[in-house]
C-alpha cells in the first residue's frame, strides 16, 4: 500500500521548514556579536581611561637612585650593605658536589674521583657544575648507536683543562 502525501502545506513558521531556524540562529548571532563588540569597547575605554589617568596623575614617581631605598622595597626583599666573605670549598663539600652533580649520570664503574677532588683545588660550586656538564657532553659525543658511553676520568680531566676556576 502506498503511503498518501497529505495534503496539508506547512506554513512558513512551521518547524518541519528549514527557514524558521534562520530566525533563531540570527537572533542568537545578534546577540552574542552585541555582547563581544561591547565587552571589545568597554576594554578599550577601561585601557585609555587608565592610560589618561596615568599621564596626568601627581603622584611621585621615584627616580633611579629611590627604587633601591627601604621605603620603595619590600621589607622582605630589602638589601643590606653588609659584605660576607664566603671561602673556598673544601676537599670534602668539594667531593659531596661533584657526587650530587653525577649522581643521576652514566659514570664508568671505578671512577676514581678522589684523583679528581684534588685537581679541583680552587674550583667554586659553579665551577664543579660546569666540569660535569662538559664531560657529560663528551661522553654523550662518543655515544655509538643506542647505548649510552658512561663518563670517565679522560672526560672529567678533560673539562678540567677548559674551565679555569674562577677564584683566584
Given amino acids: 500500500m502506498k503511503k498518501r502525501k497529505s495534503s496539508k ?7 518541519k521548514n528549514k527557514w524558521s531556524r534562520r530566525g533563531k540562529n540570527l537572533a542568537y548571532f545578534t546577540v552574542s556579536f552585541t555582547l563581544y563588540f561591547f565587552a571589545y569597547i568597554f576594554w578599550w575605554v577601561a585601557f585609555f581611561v587608565k592610560w589618561l589617568f596615568l599621564l596626568f596623575s601627581k603622584r611621585k614617581r621615584p627616580s633611579a637612585k629611590e627604587t633601591n631605598s627601604a621605603h620603595v622595597t619590600d621589607k622582605k626583599t630589602r638589601r643590606s650593605d653588609a659584605q660576607a666573605d664566603v671561602g673556598l670549598l673544601d676537599r670534602f663539600t668539594r667531593l ?3 657526587m650530587a ?3 643521576n649520570r652514566p659514570i664508568q664503574e671505578g671512577l676514581n674521583i678522589g684523583s679528581i677532588i684534588d ?4 674550583c667554586s660550586k659553579a665551577d664543579l657544575v660546569k666540569i660535569v656538564g662538559i664531560a657529560t657532553q663528551k661522553a654523550f659525543s662518543r655515544k655509538k648507536g643506542k ?5 670517565v676520568e679522560d672526560d672529567l680531566i678533560g673539562a678540567l683543562e677548559s674551565v679555569k676556576p674562577s677564584v683566584s
Avoid at 119 to 122: E, V
Fill in 9 to 15: 502545506k506547512t506554513s512558513f513558521l512551521s518547524p
Fill in 96 to 98: 659531596e658536589v661533584l
Fill in 101 to 103: 652533580q653525577l649522581e
Fill in 119 to 122: 685537581l679541583t683545588d680552587g
Fill in 147 to 151: 647505548d649510552i658511553s658512561p663518563i
